[in-house]
């Protein structure tokens, strides 16, 4: 029995992935995952390799992997120590294997970087609403800045590979460069720092995705701690020889959320995940998922350093979503718009701490309003005008895009919901470019919506044909059973607020006290549903 028990130990350990706390001599193996040429990428590793071994005092191996799914398996198996990872490979792995992040790589001073849609010089394609019927090339389909960011960017306005003539995976990212170059694609997707290389060349960006956090440096997760700390303050205190060469910065993992996002939106791969004790802020999906992140993500870490809880954003598929989230008490906060606020209020599930201060469109205020929107050339001039069109809403839980014009519209005698086809676009964004592209007769939209589609359609082709009045902003709430004293901490955090720089990107200029006289006001108008 004993002989059996100790065979299958044997067993066992064969299975087990191998201890990374190891004798000095020992090499600490980094392994490399290039999305470019891969003697690029070992020269920018190459200085770094030789500060390690002298600062630590043990020899370091270069090593390269020719895609993400064979460096994860490495790592997960403990065959190597550390890897330069994609943001996305990033994601998953830390899911997978629970990978512990390192530090992530600061490239000409910025820990962040872009995506970008790449035309020739000599293209006719402006805006990226130009590129449907044409040929893409994309990169691996594991790659943030090759796949993942540029269908996120063709997702908000409505596009996917179907709409293209021909679509190839190219792998590397100077290919998609060059397969635009020499006439194989029209259009191509890769970094920005890729881009650049090309420029000279014949490349001009037609499209910028928002900012993805840069690659970053993993270990393995059965490296020792103690080794793991030594490493990263050895990183962290490394100084760049020469231009080329990267340095390193703090990671963060929430950071990476963003990366989480278009992973599950594109592929379905949920690998979102909240740490024990974290504050959930919920937002109403008014943009898309990508929008959203790059504009509350700085609230979501100022209310973090202000009450010393970890904030992390919810970002819910659609509005449908976030009212179930809210009203199971899935969340701690919520932040929505009135009508929705009035709707969970109703039900008991919010309460609001501050209103928000935004510039609706010239000045500061505490309230916003809605459009109706046409094509420059639409034959619309009039309200009546609209009986019996084809017109997109955001959501019939949408304020500033439905209820506010419906309020409008019912004072001049029409009932939109019938007198209308309805459709719901769920998105701002899609509301806009519906009615840009002549598939929607015009289009209902908060005000702030068209600063927002500028960078997607020519706004000079729309024309707005009326606005409605101006209602309460959007309540910031806390879910009724959320903590007192930490409700109280997040009110005190947001009326502080002096210099709202940093929600410059949400059109945000600040919060003041709940206005609850208005809102009531608003609620003796509309009909909660």
Request: with cysteine; aromatic share 8%; hydrophobic share 40%.
């Amino acid at each position: 029995m004993c002989i059996g028990i100790l065979g299958l130990m044997q067993a066992l350990f064969l299975f087990l992935p191998a201890s990374r706390a190891v004798a000095a001599d020992d090499p600490l193996t980094l392994l490399l995952v290039p999305v470019e040429e891969e003697n690029v990428v070992f020269r920018q590793f190459l200085p770094v390799k030789h500060y390690l071994e002298k600062r630590l005092n043990r020899r370091v191996e270069l090593d390269i992997a020719h895609n993400a799914e064979a460096a994860l398996d490495r790592l997960g198996q403990g065959q190597v120590d550390l890897a330069y990872l994609d943001p996305s490979a990033y994601c998953e792995g830390k899911s997978m294997y629970q990978l512990h992040p390192v530090a992530k790589v600061v490239k000409n001073g910025e820990g962040q970087y872009r995506s970008v849609l790449v035309v020739r010089d000599d293209s006719q394609v402006e805006k990226i609403v130009q590129i449907p019927g044409r040929s893409l090339a994309l990169g691996n389909t594991r790659s943030s800045s090759a796949y993942l960011m540029p269908l996120a960017m063709l997702q908000e306005i409505k596009l996917d590979l179907e709409d293209f003539s021909q679509v190839g995976f190219l792998q590397k990212e100077d290919l998609v460069a060059l397969s635009v170059l020499v006439r194989d694609y029209d259009v191509g997707a890769m970094s920005q720092e890729v881009a650049r290389k090309y420029l000279p060349y014949g490349l001009r960006i037609i499209k910028k995705s928002e900012k993805l956090p840069q690659f970053i440096i993993s270990s393995a997760p059965q490296m020792d701690v103690e080794e793991r700390n030594a490493l990263q303050t050895a990183l962290l205190e490394y100084t760049p020889q020469d231009f080329d060469t990267v340095s390193f910065a703090e990671a963060e993992d929430r950071e990476y959320n963003v990366v989480r996002i278009m992973l599950k939106n594109i592929t379905g791969k949920d690998y979102l995940a909240y740490p024990e004790g974290a504050v959930k802020l919920a937002l109403l999906p008014l943009y898309s998922p990508i929008t959203l992140d790059k504009m509350f993500a700085p609230l979501a870490e100022y209310l973090t350093q202000e009450t010393g809880r970890e904030f992390r954003l919810v970002i819910p598929r659609d509005f449908e979503e976030f009212v179930s989230i809210v009203s199971n008490g899935e969340v701690d906060f919520a932040y929505q718009n009135p009508y929705v606020y009035l709707l969970l209020g109703q039900r008991g599930k919010l309460q609001s701490l501050v209103t928000t201060i935004s510039p609706e469109p010239e000045t500061s205020r505490e309230e916003f309003r809605g459009v109706i929107l046409v094509r420059k050339d639409s034959a619309i001039s009039s309200l009546e005008d609209l009986k019996g069109k084809d017109i997109m809403i955001v959501s019939r839980r949408s304020a500033g895009g439905y209820r506010f014009q419906k309020i409008l519209l019912r004072q001049h005698g029409i009932d939109i919901a019938r007198e209308a086809r309805l459709e719901e676009g769920k998105k701002h964004e899609e509301v806009v470019l519906s009615v840009y592209r002549g598939e929607a007769d015009a289009g209902f939209v908060r005000e702030a919506a068209l600063q927002v589609a500028k960078d997607i359609v020519d706004t000079s082709d729309l024309r707005v044909l009326a606005t409605t009045e101006y209602y309460p902003n959007w309540p910031f709430a806390a879910y009724t059973e959320t903590d007192a004293d930490l409700v109280a901490k997040v009110r005190s955090a947001l009326l502080a607020i002096e210099d709202p720089a940093f929600l410059e990107e949400a059109r945000i200029n600040g919060f003041t006290q709940s206005q609850m006289k208005r809102l009531q006001q608003l609620k003796e108008k509309v009909v909660l549903e």
